[in-house]
C-alpha cells in the first residue's frame, strides 16, 4: 500500500508575510466552505514564516533566524495555497 507524503503549501497572512505549513493529504483535498489556505492553517505543522526579507523556523522558544541559503529557496518554491 503506498504512502501518501504530506504537502508542504505556502500561504499568505494577512500581515503580507508568508508562512510555509507540512499539510497532511488527508486535509488537502476540497471541503466545503474552507480554502486551501485555511485547511493549511488550521491543520498543517507550521515549517517556516517569513518575516520581511527573513526566514524563521518555529522552535520550542520561540523563532530562530534560517540563514542556509538551500533552505530558503525551498521554502521560497512551496506550492501556493
Same mark, same amino acid.
Given at each position: 500500500m503506498p504512502v501518501l507524503s504530506d504537502s508542504i503549501l505556502a500561504v499568505n497572512l /494577512?500581515? %503580507? #508575510?508568508?508562512?510555509?505549513?507540512?499539510? /497532511? /493529504?488527508?486535509?488537502?483535498n476540497d471541503r466545503p466552505g474552507t480554502t486551501?489556505?485555511?485547511?493549511?492553517?488550521?491543520?498543517?505543522?507550521? !515549517?517556516? $514564516?517569513?518575516? %520581511?526579507? #527573513?526566514?524563521?523556523? /518555529? $522552535?520550542?522558544?520561540?523563532?530562530?533566524?534560517? #540563514? #542556509?541559503?538551500?533552505?530558503? $529557496? !525551498?521554502?521560497?518554491?512551496? $506550492?501556493?495555497?
Amino acid at each position: 500500500m503506498p504512502v501518501l507524503s504530506d504537502s508542504i503549501l505556502a500561504v499568505n497572512l /494577512p500581515s %503580507g #508575510d508568508r508562512a510555509v505549513y507540512s499539510v /497532511p /493529504p488527508h486535509h488537502v483535498n476540497d471541503r466545503p466552505g474552507t480554502t486551501l489556505a485555511e485547511r493549511a492553517r488550521d491543520y498543517g505543522t507550521l !515549517l517556516a $514564516t517569513q518575516f %520581511g526579507a #527573513d526566514w524563521y523556523r /518555529p $522552535t520550542a522558544t520561540g523563532m530562530k533566524l534560517i #540563514d #542556509d541559503n538551500r533552505t530558503i $529557496t !525551498l521554502l521560497e518554491r512551496a $506550492t501556493e495555497a
